[in-house]
Structure formats: structure tokens, C-alpha cells
């Protein structure tokens, strides 16, 4: 193998041990599933060097191939329809100077004499061993996948159970809540107004975003939040005699009451509150 081949072995087997070896720095400050967590428990100094030899081995018989000087048999064939004059004149001369009169020689070839000193060449240089080479490769390859087995096993128990938790969170987002009182951390009890259909994760979502950061003495004020479809808001603030149009200046996206201390808002957590108004009765 030239130098190049050898180099790029090495290097296949650096990045392979680096990525397995390092893989928990790798990932950074990303949050560590229990995927990776998974491989973070397989990947010790063993098994990462362990693959990471059996790599370069397999990068190492796919590059391999005998290697000699591409003119060596052609010349070979050329030296043969030589006189032994000629023989003893050119074996007289230097490197260079044999190289020159061989080519010379080759130019006044026939094109029987082409053909044959192709035949020649192909004859006699060194073939590699197909059948060696797959199955040194088949090996490798077995070797690769008994020792990842049991890492592939495990990332996909982690896996499933991950998807499984995701199913979880996923129904409990979506569970619909109607005319129901709700009670989240640090805010008044939430009140879901009768007729309004809401998804739980849809309202702690608005909570957290737009609610939780209002200054504490506004929450502090407030002993009920209602809640509801911002298709219903209008109706509602027309049945509670509230204008939140203020004179058609625009639509307030909730409003206050002083008479029971509450405020009433409309959920849409695709929609941006920071500009909108809040109107007061």
C-alpha cells in the first residue's frame, strides 16, 4: 500500500474511535435522550477501540492491491525483441537513458507487437486475490456486526420507549377540557367558560408564554382566570356587557372585571399578544 492509503486508514480509524469514544462531548449542551444515553453506556474504551481497529481493517482490505512500476512487464516484453547487441548497449545506460530507448523501441512497434505486449502485461502482473479479498471483508464485516449487536439492541429498546414517551405526552396535550377548573403553579384558578372546547397543553402552553411573565402585582389582584376559544371571545365579552372593540379601535385579546376580581382570555397560542390590548369593565 502507498503512504496515501496508509494515511487515510489512520485517519478512519481516529474519527471512528473519536466519534464513539467522545460522543457524550460531542453532543454538547444538547439535551441527552435516552438514546444516546444508551450509547453513552456501550461506548467504552473496548468496544471503541474495538471497532475503530476493525474499521481501518476493513478500509485497509478495500484499498489493498498489489502494487509495482506500471512499465516494469511492459519493458519486459520490449527487452524481448531485442538483439543481444542492442541488449548489452541499452543495460549500459543510465536509468533515464533506458527509459528513453525503450520508449523509442515502442514507437516502432507493429500493431501485432501492441497487441502483444498488451497480452504480456496482463499475463504477468500481479492480480489480487478476489476471493481472498471477500472474504476478509465478509469477516470484518461479521466481526463489525457481533460486536454492534448488542449496542443496535439497545438503542432500539431505548428508542421505542422514547417514541412511547413522546405517545404519552402527545395524548396528554391534546386531552380536551370543558367547563373544567384548573389549577397550574403560581397562578389563580383557571376556569374554563362553558362552550369552549381547549386542548390542556394549548393552555398551559399560553400560560407559560404570555401569562406567567405579566408583572405579580397584576396576578396578584386576580383571583379567577376564565378561559376560551378566541372564536367564542366576542359572544362572551358581549354577554358579560364589555366592549372590546373600544369604539371599533381594535380588538382587546382579553379583559378585566373588578366585580369578582377576573380576567377573561381568549387561547390561541399561534397568535401574538405582545401588541394587542387588554380592555377593563
Given at each position: 500500500?502507498?503512504?496515501?492509503k496508509v494515511m487515510f486508514s489512520g485517519l478512519v480509524f481516529s474519527v471512528v474511535f473519536g466519534l464513539m469514544y467522545w460522543y457524550r462531548d460531542l453532543l454538547g449542551n444538547k439535551e441527552i435522550t435516552i438514546m444516546d444515553q444508551s450509547l453513552i453506556d456501550h461506548f467504552d474504551l473496548k468496544l471503541c477501540l474495538t471497532v475503530a481497529v476493525l474499521s481501518m481493517l476493513l478500509i485497509v482490505v478495500l484499498l489493498y492491491s498489489k502494487e509495482v512500476d506500471p512499465d516494469q512487464y511492459?519493458?519486459?516484453?520490449?527487452?524481448?525483441?531485442?538483439?543481444?547487441?542492442?541488449?548489452k548497449r541499452i543495460d549500459g545506460l543510465d536509468?533515464?537513458?533506458?527509459?528513453?530507448?525503450?520508449?523509442?523501441?515502442?514507437?516502432?512497434?507493429?500493431?501485432?507487437?501492441?497487441?502483444?505486449?498488451?497480452?504480456y502485461v496482463n499475463e504477468n502482473k500481479p492480480k489480487t486475490s478476489w476471493l481472498l479479498k471477500v472474504g476478509l471483508l465478509s469477516l470484518i464485516s461479521a466481526a463489525l456486526v457481533m460486536v454492534l449487536s448488542p449496542v443496535y439492541k439497545d438503542y432500539k429498546t431505548a428508542q421505542n420507549e422514547y417514541n412511547e414517551i413522546l405517545r404519552l405526552q402527545e395524548e396528554a396535550y391534546?386531552?380536551?377540557?370543558?367547563?373544567?377548573?384548573?389549577?397550574?403553579?403560581?397562578?389563580?384558578?383557571?376556569?374554563?367558560?362553558?362552550?369552549?372546547?381547549?386542548?390542556?397543553?394549548?393552555?398551559?402552553?399560553?400560560?407559560?408564554?404570555?401569562?406567567?411573565?405579566?408583572?405579580?402585582?397584576?396576578?396578584?389582584?386576580?383571583?379567577?382566570?376564565?378561559?376560551?376559544?378566541?372564536?367564542?371571545?366576542m359572544d362572551i365579552a358581549i354577554a358579560d356587557g364589555v366592549d372590546v372593540t373600544a369604539g371599533g379601535q381594535g380588538t382587546a385579546y382579553a379583559y378585566a372585571s373588578s366585580d369578582d376580581f377576573s380576567i377573561t382570555l381568549q387561547i390561541d397560542v399561534d397568535e401574538d399578544y405582545g401588541q394587542k390590548r387588554c380592555s377593563e369593565s
Open positions: 500500500m502507498n503512504r496515501s511492459r519493458f519486459e516484453y520490449i527487452r524481448s525483441t531485442l538483439s543481444e547487441d542492442e541488449l536509468k533515464e537513458s533506458k527509459r528513453i530507448a525503450y520508449e523509442k523501441r515502442s514507437n516502432e512497434f507493429s500493431y501485432k507487437q501492441i497487441l502483444e505486449c498488451r497480452n391534546n386531552q380536551i377540557i370543558e367547563d373544567e377548573y384548573i389549577t397550574l403553579d403560581g397562578l389563580p384558578t383557571i376556569h374554563v367558560i362553558p362552550g369552549n372546547s381547549l386542548k390542556i397543553g394549548d393552555v398551559q402552553k399560553y400560560m407559560d408564554l404570555f401569562v406567567k411573565s405579566q408583572p405579580n402585582f397584576l396576578l396578584s389582584n386576580c383571583r379567577m382566570i376564565h378561559i376560551c376559544d378566541p372564536k367564542n371571545f
